[in-house]
């Protein structure tokens, strides 16, 4: 495996930081979950629980291929375990509110003294400098922050979440993900190790395209746009008659010749009527009805075959019901069913991307609380069977 | 090269960029922050689609997306459909250590181009494949574009109003850039492995994983309860409460979201009305998530009463996580953003003006990422790269142009 001899020790709660960890250890890295002896990562209990009492599906499925290790950071015995552990490890991930691991004596500067070559990703809200840096971020506040809540719904209406709420979590672990691969490069040139600092709200920020140029030379103030987009018509979701929808998607004149000719209609594509994407865009709300008149005649089969007959983009919107049910999700091992201590088989996605040479693999979902408490004390920093036990009695682990 | 760009993580990288619009391009984008030296393949005639994709500029016509996330690339023209353009590109190939393209399954091998081919030239090559469905699987040949990916990976489906009609998930185009982050983090790891095995590679990336990797629990909840998540407007009330957009008196939004006991008892506070908190009213989740017509009605009627700026002073006062829902002119007007430096200013070459774009992400200690150009023109290097890497005359170098090959 390309990561395996990594060590990555995942300290964070939930998934912003957490979820590159996941991606680490997907590819072959070691990943120790250190969690508070009472309770651990709260993300155990967030979402729908399941036969044990220290885990839900979500922690199932995102604490994949960890090991879990009990320590309290609060206690000065347990810092110094800490950094002993540091001392053994590549990378370090955690996210809590900016100044909280200074608090506890686990600044960069003790931590690159533990170890000079550490890897440091820091996922918060607002990053770790800026005015607003202790202020509390989740991904619901970062997508809000960031400026993509305000784009998702209706002109005019109720801004709506953007799909999921998790969704910035996902995305500052990408990005988290991507400069502790940099810095392992750099540091297997150099030796010298580096801290990443992610703001949720920044991840989010950086996706949306032209949104901060269009606004800085010309004033535009992007809003939202329901269904549609402002670069090309049509473009959006359209209902069928057995009550579905799909997604059409004529970014180019071509694809809108391809939809007239799937509609039948090819003199609607001719340079006179809406062959040109500026007619299209000008007529828009008459372009779009004329897609919503022949999308609403036909089932969502229909419409499908008759659009990927003349390649025009089209795509169901999926329910999770449909993805379960559809044969390309299959035929890639997007859904794995992988065994759970005391839970039995659970179906969670699979890992991206594919490598040709060395694809990743999920060895266990989200371990027990502590399930490796005693094997990395005994074994990786050589504590006495006795001392662990003693640590273990005065809950520092 | 001075001290920072050859201490940069990806200084000696060379990335080929031969793929268009957002996707696999933006891979190469970060690529390029950190040092890599990325060369833009585009066709002779027109070049990358991008550049005519979103509003365009005094630049030739260049559209600001092209500008922003073309920056720090080097545009070398080539007509890989001509043999002699596919012959050039096997040389660039050889000199390179990665390949990003986006073509439809089938296509480099058509023109004698395939991973078979190119390893062979170059046995560390890793190349990004990404397509709307990947390299294997009965839509392979499907065409996909962004927003085909998010209905297809099930994010689509989930934004709107409750059995309304679902709306884009904000951006059509955040599948592409996710796309490109699962690539990056892939080229990485095949980076890694081939340091340590001189072998290389190819990443097959989907544009509908990227979307549907990214669903917490939506795969396990149905596969053991067959729950099917539906739309649910501006709240999310499946696990915590509350969580969702308010509008305040002035006619804007702010985003609140306790999902925790102690977070709503900061909410509470901050409405002046601790005693909501209680264990007896709603100080517990189970018991808010049960009651979340009223508790979400609360908070409604609380922030109608007060403006923008008073809600959010009120909850930072007792560290309620909340934000302003903020449109483009905000961030501008933003002291943080400020601070993070994430907008930035770049001279558009040859033109004396800037334009501004977001910085890089994200930010590294002792190796950060820099901008130090956007977007090329078209063509714009193609003689220095033919000349430099490959050691072509200028009269070859004409005679190509000559034929329409570059």
Known sequence: ?397 | MDGHESNLPLAGIRVIDAATVVAAPFCATLLGEFGADVLKVEHPVGGDALRRFGTPTFRDGDTLTWLSEARNKRSVTLNLQHPDGARIFKELVAKSDVLCENFRPGTLEKWGLGWDVLSQINPGLIMLRVTGYGQTGPYKDRPGFARIAHAVGGISYLAGMPKGTPVTPGSTTLGDYMTGLYGCIGVLIALHYREKTGRGQYIDAALYESVFRCSDELVPAYGMYKKVRERHGPHHNDFACPHGHFQTKDGKWVAISCATDKLFARLAKAMGRPELASSSIYGDQKVRLQHANDVNEIVRDWCSSLTRAEVLERCYATATPAAPLNDIADIFGDRQFHARRNLVAIDVDHTGETIIVPNVVPKLSETPGRIKSLGPRLGEHTGEVLKDLLGMSEAEIGELRARRVI
């Open chain 1, 1 to 397: 495996m390309p990561l395996s001899g990594i060590r990555v020790i995942d300290v964070g709660n939930f998934l912003a930081g957490p979820y590159a960890a996941s991606i680490l250890g997907e590819f072959g890295a070691e990943v120790l979950k250190v969690e508070h002896p009472i309770g651990g990562d709260p993300m155990r209990r967030f979402g729908t629980p399941t036969t044990r009492h220290d885990a839900t599906l979500a922690w199932l499925s995102e604490a994949r291929n960890r090991k879990s290790v009990t320590i309290d950071l609060r206690q000065r015995e347990g810092v110094e375990l800490f950094l002993k552990l540091v001392a053994k490890s590549d990378v370090l991930i955690e996210n809590f509110r900016p100044g909280t691991m200074e608090e506890w004596g686990l600044g960069w500067d003790v931590l690159r003294e533990a170890n000079p070559g550490l890897v440091m990703l820091r996922v918060s809200g607002y990053g770790q400098t800026g005015p607003y840096r202790r202020r509390s971020g989740f991904a619901h506040i970062a997508h809000a922050f960031g400026g993509l809540s305000y784009l998702a719904g209706f002109p005019g209406e109720t801004p709506v979440l953007p799909g999921t709420a998790p969704l910035g979590d996902y995305m500052a672990s990408l990005f988290g993900a991507i400069g502790i691969l940099l810095a392992l490069r750099h540091k297997e040139k150099t030796g010298c190790g580096q801290v990443i600092d992610v703001g949720i709200y920044e991840a989010v920020f950086r996706l949306l395209d032209e949104i901060a140029p269009a606004y800085g030379l010309f004033g535009k103030i992007r809003e939202r746009e329901g269904s549609g987009s402002f670069i090309a018509v049509p473009h959006g979701h359209f209902r069928t008659k057995d009550d579905k929808w799909v997604a059409i998607a004529c970014t180019t004149d071509k694809m809108f010749e391809r939809l007239a000719e799937a509609m039948e209609r090819p003199e609607l594509a001719s340079p006179e009527l809406y062959g040109d994407q500026r007619k299209r865009l000008a007529a828009r709300d008459t372009v779009n009805q004329i897609t919503i008149e022949w999308v609403g005649s036909l089932t969502r089969e229909e419409v499908m075959r008759r659009c990927l007959e003349k390649e025009v983009p089209v795509g169901p919107l999926n329910s999770i019901a449909d993805i379960f049910e559809d044969e390309h999700f299959r035929a890639r091992g997007n859904l794995a069913c992988v065994e759970a201590e005391g839970v039995g088989g659970v179906v969670v996605p699979n890992v991206v991307p594919t490598l040709s040479e060395t694809p990743g693999r999920i060895t266990n979902l989200g371990p027990p609380l502590g399930n490796a408490t005693y094997e990395v004390f005994r074994e990786l920093l050589n504590i006495s069977a006795d001392e662990i036990k003693r640590l273990r009695n005065r809950k520092i682990i």
